[in-house]
């Protein structure tokens, strides 16, 4: 149906990882917030998650596009 | 209240612009009712097959089962595990190719292609009535949640929400639904996952997690510090668990009857396998959705399961919300939880994968009601199909386009009646729950049985579904005060829980349907040929020997995987 759903996936997750990394970064002083998260910057971590899985699902997308070439 | 910040909003504002994208990405494709209200059969099996597991994701199902985590404990699991994927794979090895390769467009179509108009009318009636309450309730939950937590206005929040839904399911139709069900898949996953991560660490992990249970105290009195992280042990009697139920209860009510009924036969789950791309692709469907579905217990039983202790530990800080006779409103677990672990940041993701949640669910019931309405009663009996193809395909594309919008307005009017009489929803909600196991006796009984006959069929769906009612009319959950939970007859059973009375409803139903399908069989006459039960009958159907390179690919390779991770986990928390 011509559209491959990764790459709708795999832009919205690395859109979601740079905003939550970055706010995570920019954070990171702020102890009261992460009193929550048992003083872990959740932020920082899920945010690195989100990028790489939004990265890989994109580079599948680009893989399989190769050999077709 | 719980406060979002501009981050939040942010997360949740990126996910709304892709969502409506996808719709409006599809929108040149949907040139004809086909490829609007059955995807054109176009989908790679992965893509159907995370949608046939995310469309039952729904709101409910998130917080309900959460909920439960904290009730019920891990025997919750077994909604999942015996719950599911047993009849996951007996609807990808055994049903599918005959619902794939019937050519039916939807459930009540394949009961008018093997038996006959009136099972059709029934099933597809029923289905539609159901559908727009089922999606009415959801709607009230989400808003009435948004509303107290968030501080969001009931009204907007209803709109809006069904806006959305509505906009990228007009757009692209079921093409748009599933694919978007695969996104919002992946949010509900991720969005959660620092929940289950936070809330394990902060008890000490899942052997923390169990000491914090033996804890006199934290479990009601009269059951075992075990029972809450166990499944199967301490179901010998009725009294020793929470749910109320024995372990035939489980396996036969649930196990069998409940899951088979909801998984095989529900067009809402078998449409995600129908709008596959090939019979093969078909069979997978089913298989490849119960890879995630059997890890979803951790994801939202687990967090749950901590929620118990966390109430019941005071310096914790943790609360819910209770009722009008001090119950805690169980359904408030998952967004408590939220509320309790997450910073500003994820907390929107958070917030996001419960919209995902809620929208995949809705998306899932306005494109079955969608098709019903178009397919199985517009053209049916207000408008049949014509010569001219073209033409056809055209009208019923701009039929479905105006049913998407009349099913969305309709769910917004049971969201509202679901506010004011919340009881007669739950009442009405519970009857056609009732539908569904003498559903799969029709269907099963016809797909293995080449005698079944069409008056049999319609006896035994009718049947089944008034011995249910009879059923729940004469017995009654211990404490009910309100004749809508049973006894509206009269009494003549008392049931420990609701639970245990919800199983027997359904194990007498289908039992029901059963002696009277296969009763009328013999007394009535076979009206199809062999030559018409073709492709829809496993007798009738010749075999076909598709040769599959990847042994990854073999269905029964998959099923078998399945199986065995399925048991091993089941072993691991007996």
Known sequence: MGLDIRIPIGLMFSIFGVIITLYGFFTKANTELYNRSLHVNINIWMGVIMLVFGIFMLLLVKLAKKPKE | ?574
């Not at chain 2, 959801?138 to 809006?160: E, I, R, T």
């Not at chain 2, 529900?266 to 995630?292: C, D, H, T, Y």
């Not at chain 2, 929107?348 to 995902?356: M, V």
């Not at chain 2, 559903?439 to 008034?466: D, N, Y």
């Open chain 2, 1 to 574: 209240m719980l406060k979002l910040e501009w981050i939040d909003y942010l997360i949740m504002g990126v996910y709304f612009l892709f969502v409506l994208g996808i719709g409006w990405v599809l929108k040149k494709h949907m040139k004809n009712a086909s490829a609007f209200l059955e995807a054109g059969r176009s989908m790679p099996a992965w893509v159907a097959g995370l949608a046939f597991i995310s469309t039952n994701l729904g709101a409910l199902e998130v917080m309900g089962m959460s909920g439960s985590g904290l009730k019920y404990g891990m025997l919750t699991t077994h909604f999942y595990w015996i719950g599911a994927i047993p009849a996951m794979i007996f609807l990808a090895l055994f049903m599918m190719p005959f619902y794939y390769g019937s050519k039916a467009r939807s459930v009540p179509e394949f009961l008018k292609l093997r038996y006959d108009e009136k099972t059709r009318g029934l099933n597809a009636i029923l289905f539609a009535v159901m559908t727009i309450l089922a999606s009415g309730i959801s709607m009230y939950a989400l808003a009435l949640l948004m509303n107290s937590v968030l501080g969001w206005d009931f009204n907007m929040s209803l709109w809006a929400s069904a806006a959305i839904v509505l906009a990228y399911t007009y757009l692209g139709g079921l093409s748009s639904a599933i694919y978007n069900e695969v996104l919002q898949f992946f949010i509900i996953v991720i969005g959660l996952l620092p929940l289950v991560i936070l809330s394990l660490m902060d008890v000490g992990g899942w052997g923390g997690l169990k000491e914090h249970l033996a804890t006199p105290g934290v479990l009601p009195a009269g059951f075992a510090p075990d029972t809450w992280t166990t499944m199967w042990s301490h179901t010998g009697k009725a009294t020793g668990n929470p749910m109320g139920v024995e372990w035939y209860g489980i396996l036969f009510g649930l196990g069998f009857v409940l899951s088979f009924g909801y998984w095989c036969t529900n067009f809402l789950i078998v449409q995600r396998a129908m709008a596959a791309e090939s019979k093969a692709a078909a069979i997978k469907v089913p298989l490849i959705g119960a890879l995630p579905k059997m890890f979803i217990p951790f994801l939202i039983i687990v967090p749950g399961i901590v929620a118990l202790v966390l109430l019941k530990d005071p310096a914790s800080g943790f609360t819910l919300p209770v009722n009008e006779v001090g119950q805690p409103k169980y359904d408030y677990t998952i967004i408590a939880l939220l509320q309790h672990y997450l910073p500003t940041g994820v907390l929107g993701l958070g917030i996001t994968a419960l919209l995902a949640s809620f929208m995949s669910g809705m998306a899932g019931n306005v494109s079955a009601f969608n098709t019903v309405w178009t397919y199985d009663i517009y053209q049916s009996y207000i408008r049949p199909a014509t010569n001219d193809k073209e033409a056809d395909g055209k009208h019923y594309l701009t039929v479905g386009r105006v049913t998407t919008i009349v099913g969305v307005l309709l769910s917004i009017a049971a969201a509202y009646i679901a506010g004011k009489f919340g009881n007669i929803m739950d009442f009405l909600q519970t009857i056609f729950s009732m539908i569904n196991a003498p559903l799969f006796a029709v269907i099963f009984l016809g797909m293995f049985w080449k005698r079944t006959t069409g008056h049999a069929a319609f006896v035994g769906l009718l049947g089944g579904f008034i011995i249910a009612l009879l059923h729940h009319g004469l017995t009654i959950p211990h404490g009910a005060n309100t004749m809508f939970k049973g006894g509206w007859i009269g009494v003549i059973h008392e049931y420990p829980v609701e639970m245990a009375q919800n199983f027997w409803t359904a194990i007498y139903a289908f039992s029901s349907s059963v002696i009277l399908t296969v009763g009328l069989t013999y007394l009535t006459k076979q009206k199809k040929s062999d030559e018409e039960l073709k492709g829809l009958v496993y007798s009738l159907t010749p075999r076909e020997n598709v040769y599959v390179k990847e042994w990854y690919n073999k269905p029964v390779v998959l099923a078998a995987i399945v199986g065995i991770v399925c048991t091993v986990l089941t072993i691991m928390f007996w």
